[in-house]
């Protein structure tokens, strides 16, 4: 709620389709302006958390919806974000070794070279199309956002341990699936691995999203491990995340180089997404969360509304 | 392999784990001392406050730079060559923060050269990675 009034009070102060001439005097103290983002991204890392997705798929369509910043900076910070939470939470995965560096290696490839072909394609439209080329940006994420938001709901039919029925022969042949040991069943979890193909050209789709638009995109990368290429639930969130961290890394520096990473939005931002995401994971050993993924659905729809309304309005 | 042993991670993803954390809270934390400095006013390179005035108008990156710093931006990494300002301590602690992934997999990649243990499919793919992010970073691959 208080990032929703926050939000608002942006909202108020400018409306993003129009921009003005002149400088006018703010109506907030930088130092308050920190610490509301830091606030209001605690909230979001707190609830993205709980709602087990990444930051950045939340952090990006609402900023952009919902405060005048320009949608190049909210992408700079938005990218930002979304590969420092992935940094900090790679560490047990791997350490545990149910993060698959193999797979993830082999599906960064396509994302990672996608992502900086979206990060190149979003500068090249910051600085030859004007407002068309932000009306475009509003619109498609507002239908990506969306989008995604319908795959939270169709996402609720995974499947915690898929069954390959044809085994794909490259991962056979290379050795892509690495046993890992399940804590809740206490013995080691052995799995195979298909489509493989299909979830690389998927994943290609998705990096370009990722670096275009400035979101993790990890709702959508765990479906296409979990749901096309059939690895367990946990390897697919797990590897999402640390593929996250190198597909965002890659996609963060043309947007950084090209200008639009500015330490006073994007320092408060981080800290608290990772306090909110630190102190969400806590909360979500003790509290059945299902309620919180409906509400990150509904902000997610709203604010994918609001971006396509914004964009018809500049067109 | 008996189903209660337990397998040991693979080494290439352990130091990589290791690598983006540590390289990731080091640029964090010189990130928030940055900012605390330049709300400190210790030698800001930005004005705060018409960077905030910026961002509220909804200006674009290049007005804001302008209006900011007083200086038309630069492309590139500009924080290097203002180390002695707060904001380009706190930029620095970013841009640290955003090479940790490009350091872990250049060292996850040497690890599976000299363990020898990972299939050579997967060096050659940890190198391919590593130079992409390397030429991210540098700017070759910027635009």
Same mark, same amino acid.
């Given at each position: 709620m208080s990032l929703l009034l926050m939000t608002g009070a942006l909202a108020a102060g400018a409306d993003p389709v129009e921009v003005s001439d002149s400088v006018g005097p703010s109506a907030i103290h930088p130092l308050l302006f920190c610490l509301l983002l830091f606030l209001g991204c605690t909230i979001i890392g707190f609830f993205a958390t709980l709602g087990g997705i990444g930051g950045g798929v939340i952090f990006t369509p609402l900023f952009m919806g919902f405060t005048p910043i320009d949608s190049y900076i909210i992408r700079t910070t938005g990218l930002f974000v979304a590969m420092a939470g992935t940094l900090v939470a790679s560490r047990p995965f791997l350490y545990k070794g149910i993060a698959n560096i193999r797979l993830l290696l082999f599906a960064a490839l396509p994302y990672t070279l996608f992502a900086v072909v979206g990060a190149l394609l979003a500068g090249h439209i910051d600085r030859t199309m004007g407002a068309e080329g932000e009306a475009f940006i509003r619109g498609a994420l507002g239908l990506?956002?969306?989008?995604?938001?319908?795959?939270?709901?169709?996402?609720?039919?995974?499947?915690?341990?898929?069954?390959?029925?044809?085994?794909?022969?490259? !991962?056979?042949?290379? @050795?892509?699936?690495?046993?890992?040991?399940?804590? #809740?069943? @206490?013995?080691?979890? $052995?799995?195979?691995? #298909?489509?493989?193909? $299909? *979830?690389?050209?998927?994943?290609?789709?998705?990096?370009?999203? #990722?670096?275009?638009?400035?979101? *993790?995109?990890?709702? !959508?990368?765990?479906?296409?491990?979990?749901?096309?290429?059939?690895?367990?639930?946990?390897?697919?969130?797990?590897? #999402?995340?640390? &593929?996250?961290?190198?597909?965002?890394?890659?996609?963060?520096?043309?947007?950084?180089?090209?200008?639009?990473?500015?330490?006073?939005? !994007?320092?408060?931002?981080?800290?608290?997404?990772?306090?909110?995401?630190?102190?969400? !994971?806590?909360?979500?050993? $003790?509290?059945?969360? *299902?309620?919180?993924?409906?509400?990150?659905?509904?902000? &997610?729809?709203?604010?994918?509304? $609001?971006?396509?309304?914004?964009?018809?309005? &500049?067109? | 392999m008996s189903n209660s042993v337990k397998p040991k991670a693979l080494f290439a993803g352990k130091v990589y784990g290791q690598c983006t954390f540590w390289i990731g809270v080091v640029g964090l934390a010189i990130g928030l001392i940055g900012m605390i400095l330049s709300f400190a006013g210790v030698n800001p390179y930005f004005d705060n406050q018409a960077l905030l005035d910026g961002l509220w108008a909804g200006h674009r990156a290049p007005t804001i730079w302008a209006e900011a710093t007083g200086r038309e931006f630069q492309p590139g990494h500009w924080y290097l060559s203002r180390l002695g300002f707060s904001d380009g301590i706190a930029m620095l602690g970013i841009a640290i923060a955003c090479l940790a992934a490009v350091i872990g997999i250049w060292v996850a990649t040497l690890g599976m050269v000299m363990k020898k243990r990972e299939p050579g499919f997967f060096v050659v793919l940890g190198f391919i990675l590593a130079l992409l992010l390397t030429l991210s970073v540098t700017g070759i691959l910027s635009g």
């Open positions: 990506v956002v969306i989008g995604f938001g319908g795959l939270f709901i169709v996402f609720g039919g995974r499947t915690e341990y898929p069954r390959a029925g044809k085994v794909n022969g490259l !991962a056979k042949k290379v @050795e892509l699936p690495v046993p890992y040991w399940e804590e #809740s069943l @206490e013995e080691v979890v $052995r799995y195979k691995l #298909s489509r493989v193909a $299909r *979830g690389l050209l998927i994943l290609a789709l998705v990096g370009t999203i #990722s670096g275009l638009f400035g979101i *993790g995109a990890g709702g !959508a990368v765990v479906p296409v491990f979990n749901l096309v290429m059939l690895a367990p639930l946990k390897v697919a969130a797990t590897s #999402s995340t640390v &593929m996250i961290s190198l597909g965002d890394t890659a996609a963060v520096w043309p947007y950084i180089l090209g200008g639009g990473m500015f330490p006073l939005v !994007a320092v408060p931002c981080m800290a608290g997404m990772l306090l909110g995401a630190h102190v969400g !994971a806590r909360v979500m050993l $003790r509290i059945k969360a *299902g309620f919180v993924r409906w509400i990150i659905i509904a902000l &997610m729809i709203a604010a994918g509304i $609001r971006l396509i309304v914004q964009a018809l309005g &500049m067109l | -």
